[in-house]
């Protein structure tokens, strides 16, 4: 099956604690994406990805820090930093950054903080 | 003024009624319009995308895309307790490279 896996599905932190969350695509896909959503809220843009060793910044950056190695993975660490970290996260992927093409996400990882 | 504005709701309709869901846009220069449906706890997913101005009908669902009026709209006909959801509008954005923009969502209960 084709799809976009995410793991944990529930991820607690302790104070001062980095997590890393997983996000594994096997679409081929260039671009992956990773979103934060608070309850009630639309998805903010957090950081992504056109191609291998190359991410940008999104909307809310700060406090979060990715890596792009394999095409097929864009892991998250949620870094100590972010002090409002509880949120769920959703990380997508899409064949290209041109405008057209539709962004397809996983199911999600549910970050609470101890 | 947020980029993608979308009405919160709740939007209430009852079985069988066609439900409306719209979104207005502040960048002219978007060109890709996407409709998600998430349900609670729930990763979004895809129902459409227009690019064109008029309608685009796929099953139940019908996309209306106005770029004069940067006014982009989800009909659901003959609507169903399972349509129950929230109803996500995604914008690209031409103005920041092509990224999506999305609005707040409308929460859409169909009552039995």
């Known amino acids: 099956d084709g799809g976009i896996t995410q793991s944990p599905k529930y991820l607690f932190r302790k104070e001062g604690q980095n997590v890393t969350l997983s996000c594994e695509q096997n679409?081929?896909?260039?671009?992956m994406y990773w979103y934060r959503q608070d309850p009630g809220q639309g998805l903010r843009l957090i950081y992504y990805s056109q191609i291998v060793n190359d991410f940008q910044k999104g909307d809310i950056a700060e406090g979060y820090s990715v890596s792009r190695e394999k095409k097929e993975s864009f892991p998250l660490t949620v870094t100590s930093a972010q002090k409002n970290p509880t949120a769920f996260y959703l990380c997508?992927?899409?064949?290209?950054?041109?405008?057209?093409?539709?962004?397809?996400f996983g199911p999600g990882t549910r970050l609470l903080v101890l | 003024q947020k980029e993608v504005e979308q009405n919160s709701g709740p939007l209430s309709v009852p079985e069988g009624a066609i439900a409306s869901l719209n979104c207005t846009y502040s960048d002219r220069g978007s060109q890709s319009f996407f409709w998600y449906r998430q349900y609670s706890g729930k990763s979004p997913e895809l129902i459409m995308f227009i690019y064109s101005n008029g309608d685009k009908e796929d099953g139940r669902f019908t996309a209306q895309l106005n770029k004069a009026s940067q006014y982009v709209s989800l009909l659901i006909r003959d609507s169903q307790p399972s349509d129950s959801a929230t109803y996500l509008c995604a914008v690209n954005s031409y103005n920041q490279g092509g990224k999506l923009i999305f609005g707040q969502g409308t929460e859409l209960s169909v009552k039995p």
């Open positions: 679409l081929n896909h260039d671009a």
């Open positions: 997508a992927s899409s064949s290209g950054l041109a405008g057209q093409e539709t962004q397809y």
